[in-house]
């Protein structure tokens, strides 16, 4: 206990020295992950699958606590899966359901942490195949930024979101790439949320926001419907994206991005994602998950402490509690011109740790004979194309079936043809040699 107390006592000061030094980058970076949550929990908030008051204010609070037990910018993401399929149904399914897909997922995840069956995983996956997860995400990112957001845009019409202003964004973007304080997020959130409010004002419909005092309601979830269960279908979905990219792949870019930080372990990751759709989906709230895009994104707008998800929390919180449903025209207006180059920024920093795989990556260092400190692993040329090819194979998987599962079983399918083909060399080699050293003897 007393340990632990030390570890939060630890990241605390960090958070605390980090807020201090680039307060603005902290704010900035904190607004990083927008391109994420905003579209999905809108969407679902307009088809009355969640609540919106109890999302913001669970996710608020889910938020504070992640930023101060891990001391780094861990985002609290929609589960994807679970919001597609709920977005994409033929008829909006029920709150009972959309929760219960959630509870699903989180119980399942509990299991695998608490039976340790989390780090078995990790350790038998390769971590090319971790990489090509990552970069597979990533690039998944940057073609939803501009299919979904930027390629509907026209040039000028409307006058608040159009292709003139998402150029204008990406322009600013490329000139403070080696600003890492420039505020970008913060500055560009500022000004979405003035667009949106004048396009609230412009439409008879749109309804601006106002006091609304958070009421929580308890929902009861819809495990199981008659023979069927739709909810069990969509958790059956979602679960190996949130072990893969949500557990695993956030737990090794955190070791990637902040070196100097004690990275998350699975198990850790594993029951935060447990304990939060055990909890806030009872009353509304939309499932939920950590996840490797958010953390870039974050880091790739200035996050580098836990501060930086705290002051996210609070203001989700308070949104929460004094506004909630209120702000589902203003989130529904704000410009996808300048939320599509967030996410296509945030996408391209997540692929960029795919760089590492052969050099520097964990799983190429060792400790040096009789020293404390550690040296990398030399590869051959033939490992390097290997293990860059069980990459790619990955991340080929998942933007050709838009699906990780079904990448990852390609990653590892093409992992193991190497290691088979590798095994079935050393062992001709073996067999061969006693013979040739006869031979040799013989003659």
């Not at 600013?172 to 667009?195: N, T």
């Not at 308890?218 to 679960?239: C, F, K, R, T, Y």
């Not at 033939?382 to 069980?390: D, G, K, Q």
């Not at 050393?426 to 040739?436: C, D, F, G, L, V």
């Amino acid at each position: 206990m007393a340990q632990w107390a030390a570890h939060i006592k630890r990241l605390t000061r960090h958070n605390v020295a980090t807020l201090r030094s680039s307060p603005w980058a902290e704010l900035s970076g904190s607004l990083g992950d927008l391109g994420t949550l905003l579209p999905l929990m809108v969407a679902l908030a307009l088809q009355d699958s969640i609540q919106l008051g109890s999302t913001l204010v669970f996710s608020g609070i889910f938020n504070i606590l992640t930023g101060l037990l891990f001391g780094i910018p861990l985002p609290v993401q929609p589960m994807k899966a679970i919001a597609s399929a709920a977005i994409s149904a033929r008829e909006d399914p029920s709150m009972d359901v959309v929760i219960a897909a959630g509870q699903y997922v989180g119980a399942a995840v509990l299991v695998l942490s608490v039976t340790g069956l989390l780090q078995w995983i990790v350790r038998v996956v390769p971590l090319p195949v971790v990489k090509g997860i990552q970069l597979g995400a990533g690039l998944s990112l940057v073609i939803g930024a501009g299919s979904s957001l930027l390629k509907p845009l026209r040039w000028v019409d409307p006058a608040l979101d159009n292709r003139v202003w998402a150029l204008a964004a990406f322009i600013v973007l490329v000139m403070s790439q080696r600003l890492p304080r420039f505020p970008y997020a913060l500055c560009f959130f500022v000004m979405s949320i003035l667009f949106a409010a004048v396009s609230i004002g412009t439409k008879d419909n749109a309804r601006a926001p106002g006091l609304q005092f958070w009421h929580p309601r308890l929902v009861m979830p819809e495990w199981v419907n008659g023979h069927d269960s739709p909810a069990l279908w969509m958790a059956i979905g979602q679960l190996p994206l949130t072990t893969l990219n949500s557990i695993i792949a956030v737990s090794q870019l955190s070791s990637d991005l902040l070196p100097d930080l004690p990275a998350p372990s699975v198990t850790s990751m594993g029951l935060s994602v447990a304990f939060m759709n055990l909890t806030g989906t009872w009353f509304g709230s939309m499932p939920m998950c950590h996840g490797a895009g958010g953390l870039a994104a974050q880091y790739r707008f200035g996050a580098r402490s836990g501060a930086s998800v705290v002051m996210l929390g609070f203001f989700k919180l308070v949104s929460g509690l004094f506004f909630g449903e209120t702000l589902v025209d203003l989130l529904r207006y704000y410009p996808k011109s300048l939320l599509g180059i967030m996410v296509f920024a945030s996408g391209l920093e997540l692929a960029k740790v795919g760089n590492s795989l052969n050099n520097g990556a964990p799983d190429l260092w060792q400790a040096a004979a009789g020293l404390r400190n550690r040296r990398q692993r030399e590869l051959t040329d033939e490992e390097r194309m290997e293990r860059w090819t069980v990459m790619l194979t990955t991340a080929g998987g998942i933007l050709a079936f838009r699906n990780d599962a079904l990448g990852f079983l390609a990653g590892l399918l093409c992992h193991g043809a190497y290691e088979l083909d590798r095994y079935l060399r050393e062992r001709h080699t073996k067999q061969t040699r006693p013979a040739t050293e006869r031979d040799r003897l013989l003659q």
